[in-house]
Structure formats: structure tokens, C-alpha cells
């Protein structure tokens, strides 16, 4: 279960990005006063226009970003506080990540599983119930440097569940 509760997230800018942006104010609001819960089961979906906040929503109940006002809880823990324990509850899938074109696919479940100390048998088991449901199986061995756009987004993904996490954040997942 995810309770977002009147988040507000404001950027410092920086002399650049006010330039940038030709903005006169070295401040900007990025998600002002945002609630919404989400439900054990439920698929539920940001919408908005470009640069309406909904990454960085995300990001603040990734633990990446500390809101400027608000409550972020995750399976009952705040987002916040209990950072490392949240961390371990849920996965963020964003196209900023990057695998490594020189590991194989097998290689690299197991690289981001020891991440979650996770056991070789857990991984194993896991890997391979993943590879086959996005039919990755027959490319276990093959280096990513040799993967298709498509089939490297199948692998972010699973890679991205491989510790089973109880709550899927994804960015944009079909942007390939
Ligand atoms: N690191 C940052 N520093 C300053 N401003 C930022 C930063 N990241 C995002 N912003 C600004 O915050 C606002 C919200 O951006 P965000 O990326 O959250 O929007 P989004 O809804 O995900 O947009 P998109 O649909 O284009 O992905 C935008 O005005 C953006 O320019
Ligand atoms: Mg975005």
C-alpha cells in the first residue's frame, strides 16, 4: 500500500538552470499539495503533461528525493525515516537505468541481486522464473551489448523485480 499525503517538492535552481530556463526565480515547484493511495492489488497510474511532476513524485517515494512538505508511506513505513527498509520493499524502474553492455543477462540478475543480499539459490530460482516469463531464457548467456532496444527494457524490468518487491514503481516502462 502506498499513502502519498499533500506532497510539495520545490527545486533549488542553480544560476544555470535559471539561464536555462530564463527564469527569474531561483526556486521551482515541482508537485504542489499531491494525495492519492494506492491499494494492495491495484495498478495505479500517474497522468499528467510534460513537466507536470510526475517523476518526481516517483522519485520521492523511491527515497531518492526528500519531499519539502508531505508524507510518503510505504507498506506502513514512512519513506523518509525508514528509507533503508522501504528500499527493500519496493523497485523503481527509470530509462536513466543503465546496464552494463559488457555482463551477460545472467550476470546481471545476479550483479543487482547481491545488491539486496539476496542468496545464490534465491537468485537463481528467481532468474529463472523472470527470464522465462519475458522470454529472455535462450539470451542468458549473450552480453547486453548484443541486445535489441526491447530486449534490454524486458531485462531492466526483470532485473528490477528481482529481489520480489512488494511495491512496482515504474517511469515510463513502455518508453523504449
Ligand atoms: N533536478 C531538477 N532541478 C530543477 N527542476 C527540475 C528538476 N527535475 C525536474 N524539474 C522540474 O520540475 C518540474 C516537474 O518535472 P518532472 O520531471 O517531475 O515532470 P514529469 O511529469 O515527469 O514530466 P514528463 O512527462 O516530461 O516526464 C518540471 O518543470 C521540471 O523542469
Ligand atoms: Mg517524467
Known amino acids: 500500500m502506498v499513502e502519498v499525503k499533500n506532497l510539495v517538492k520545490v527545486y533549488k535552481l542553480s544560476l544555470k538552470q535559471m539561464k ?24 495505479f497510474g500517474l497522468l499528467g503533461p510534460n513537466g507536470a511532476g510526475k517523476t518526481t513524485t516517483l522519485r520521492c517515494m523511491a527515497t531518492l528525493l526528500k519531499p519539502t512538505q508531505g508524507q510518503i508511506q510505504i507498506s506502513g513505513l514512512d519513506v523518509e525515516k525508514q528509507s533503508y527498509e522501504v528500499r527493500k520493499k519496493i523497485c523503481f524502474l527509470t530509462n536513466e537505468l543503465k546496464l552494463d553492455t559488457h555482463f551477460t543477462a545472467q550476470y546481471t540478475m545476479e550483479y543487482f541481486g547481491a545488491f539486496y543480499g539476496l542468496e545464490g539459490t534465491y537468485i537463481k530460482n528467481r ?29 531492466s524490468i526483470a532485473v528490477s523485480l528481482v529481489h520480489d518487491p512488494e511495491v512496482i514503481i515504474f517511469d515510463e516502462p513502455t518508453n523504449i
Open 127 to 155: 532468474t529463472e522464473m523472470l527470464f522465462d516469463r519475458f522470454g529472455i531464457s535462450q539470451f542468458r548467456d549473450r552480453k547486453i551489448g548484443e541486445f535489441s532496444t526491447g530486449m534490454k527494457q524486458k531485462l
Open 20 to 43: 536555462k530556463e530564463k527564469l527569474k526565480e531561483s526556486t521551482k515547484v515541482a508537485v504542489n499539495g499531491v494525495s492519492f493511495t494506492a491499494n494492495p492489488g491495484e495498478i
